[in-house]
């Protein structure tokens, strides 16, 4: 365990030439990982994929997380682990490449304002698309954020506060670090993977309390229109926890923050809680 300053990687790692690499976001309650289970199979998968050897167990890992949680100065706060192909020479191919580098970082978390939370946010529909999920699967989670960078800075040159990307048929993926989310006549829909959206683990325990809860819920191909009229709209992340849209493209609509928003906001803190909250804090 390093500060800041002194946890350096070779310029040679591919992680940084090529944005060959994996990662994760996970945030940490109460000093206790949200869903550490979930983000490590992710990543696991996502290593599998890009057939980058993950160099430690889970169980190492999660020790590691712990113990980089007990040495952080406040009780909540973000982990980002990333597992790169390693330094090596020069191009792209991985052959040389003979150590993958892991990384773990725990930060504070840049909160979206309260008030943001409250009013909810606006959102533009960005020029730029997701890669499509023919050349990376969206559901890896790889280093190369560029077109997502891109679509936040077009929100922001248009003064809004997130983008969201279409597909290069249309469709509506997720924010530019968020999964998204409408409700229509009672029927709460987020896009599914196939076009583009990463699984993400927010929508999955989205998708979890939904059940539990019964509301209605689909997964299914949605356009700029149906964002356009939607009863309600929210984004969900690791980040973000969820948080409700107000405005896209200039389209204010029905309800926000909306009662499915509402309820699904308060389920979620209690379901952070339930896992993370030691027996002490308890009401
Ligand atoms: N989509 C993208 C592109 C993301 O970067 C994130 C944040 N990791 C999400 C969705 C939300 O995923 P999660 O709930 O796992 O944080």
């Given at each position: 365990m390093l500060p800041e300053r002194e946890a350096v990687i070779p310029v040679t790692d591919h992680g940084l030439l090529y944005g060959d690499g994996v990662f994760e976001g996970i945030r940490f309650y109460y000093r206790h990982p949200f869903r550490l289970v979930e983000h490590l199979q992710r990543l696991a998968?996502?290593?599998?994929?890009?057939?980058?050897?993950?160099?430690?167990?889970?169980?190492?890992?999660?020790?590691?997380?712990?113990?980089?949680?007990?040495?952080?100065?406040?009780?909540?706060?973000?982990?980002?682990?990333?597992?790169?192909?390693?330094?090596?020479?020069?191009?792209?191919?991985?052959?040389?490449?003979?150590?993958?580098?892991?990384?773990?970082?725990?930060?504070?978390?840049?909160?979206?304002?309260?008030e943001l939370r409250g009013d909810g946010i606006h959102l533009i529909i960005a020029s730029t698309r997701r890669l499509p999920a023919d050349g990376v699967d969206p559901r890896i989670k790889s280093l190369n954020y560029l077109n997502h960078i891109l679509a936040r800075m077009e929100a922001t040159q248009a003064g809004a506060h997130e983008a969201v990307l279409l597909n290069s048929q249309g469709r509506v993926t997720e924010g530019s670090a968020e999964n998204l989310f409408i409700v229509r006549d009672?029927?709460?829909?987020?896009?599914?993977?196939?076009?583009?959206?990463?699984?993400?683990?927010?929508?999955?325990?989205?998708?979890?309390?939904?059940?539990?809860?019964?509301?209605?819920?689909?997964?299914?191909?949605?356009?700029?229109?149906?964002?356009?009229?939607?009863?309600?709209c929210f984004l969900s992340g690791t980040g973000a926890e969820l948080i409700p849209v107000r405005e896209v493209d200039g389209r204010v609509l029905q309800h926000c923050p909306g009662p499915v928003f509402s309820t699904l906001a308060k389920a979620f803190q209690e379901q952070i809680s339930i896992e993370c909250k030691p027996k002490e804090h308890s009401l």
């Open positions: 998968d996502s290593c599998k994929a890009i057939r980058l050897e993950l160099p430690y167990t889970r169980a190492q890992l999660k020790k590691a997380a712990n113990e980089i949680i007990a040495a952080f100065p406040e009780e909540n706060g973000y982990l980002r682990l990333m597992v790169t192909r390693g330094s090596g020479p020069m191009g792209l191919d991985p052959a040389g490449c003979k150590e993958p580098s892991t990384i773990l970082i725990a930060t504070r978390l840049e909160m979206i304002h309260p009672g029927l709460l829909i987020t896009p599914r993977p196939v076009d583009g959206a990463l699984e993400g683990i927010t929508r999955g325990v989205i998708l979890q309390l939904t059940a539990e809860l019964n509301i209605p819920t689909r997964e299914a191909p949605l356009t700029a229109y149906d964002l356009y009229t939607a009863d309600e």
